[in-house]
């Protein structure tokens, strides 16, 4: 008769089923302790707080994924390198409008500045993403341009150059090659 299974011997007996089993328990909560707490919130603190400058600084590894990309920070560098947009005006002016009472005179004339003002920040908008798409395709090639140019330099350009994230990474008036 011949052994089937050449496998040495383990050189001790299996343990039984209860020993595995309390061997393998473990407490679905870690035990905690208060310097264990205080070390786990000094842990997330320091890493939201690298986080947040990571994704002010641009870096890739924190951006959401609308903000990611090579092509992405392109757009904002071009709309960042404008001396000044529409749109920095038009929202505090939005704001001032909803606080005036609406039965005055001047909440009509406000009211006809925005929508002014809007239409004219629209086109400077389409500006913006044309000469953004130009270097877009002069850069990666004219078919490889990411969609939804238009509406990331829209949201991009509304925002006050201070308020923007990610920060802007380019001088005003930067000129590209």
């Not at 407490?27 to 002010?56: D, H, I, N, W």
């Not at 002016?93 to 001047?106: A, D, E, G, K």
Request: charged share 30%.
């Amino acid at each position: 008769m011949t052994e089937q299974n050449s496998a040495p011997k383990k050189g001790k007996p299996t343990p039984p089923r209860k020993e595995q089993e309390a061997a393998r328990k473990r407490p679905l909560v870690a035990p905690r302790t208060k310097e264990g707490k205080a070390a786990q919130a000094a842990k997330m603190r320091s890493e939201r707080l690298a986080a947040r400058e990571g994704y002010a600084a641009g870096d890739d590894k924190y951006l959401p994924k609308r903000d990611a990309g090579p092509q992405r920070r392109m757009i904002r560098d071009v709309v960042d390198s404008g001396w000044f947009t529409i749109g920095e005006l038009l929202l505090p002016i939005m704001i001032v409008s909803i606080l005036i009472p609406p039965v005055s005179q001047l909440a009509a004339l406000v009211n006809l500045v925005v929508l002014t003002l809007f239409v004219v920040y629209v086109a400077d908008t389409f500006v913006i993403a044309r000469r953004a798409k130009k270097l877009l395709g002069a850069k990666f090639g004219s078919g490889k341009t990411e969609k939804g140019i238009w509406t990331y330099v829209a949201f991009r350009a509304m925002y006050p150059r201070m308020l923007r994230l990610p920060k802007a990474q380019v001088p005003r008036g930067h000129k590209f090659k």
